[in-house]
């Protein structure tokens, strides 16, 4: 497990209970199977990298 920030709140067993029934009611998110094809976003690694130059 990660190490937590001082100060984080852990919800109880009560309060996660209610998080996850608020979020199998909405009709906007589903569970991921295990077979779920995911790969990272963001932008993909440059093939050539530019290299810097200052004046001088």
Do not use: W
């Not at 209970?17 to 979020?23: E, F, L, T, V, Y």
């Not at 790969?39 to 290299?51: L, N, W």
């Amino acid at each position: 497990m990660p190490k937590l920030k001082p100060r984080t709140i852990i919800p109880t067993d009560e309060e996660d209970a209610a998080i996850n029934a608020g979020i199998k009611a909405d009709p906007d998110t589903y569970e991921l199977s295990d077979e779920a094809n995911l790969h990272p976003i963001g932008r993909p690694k440059a093939e050539v990298i530019k290299e810097l130059s200052f004046p001088r």
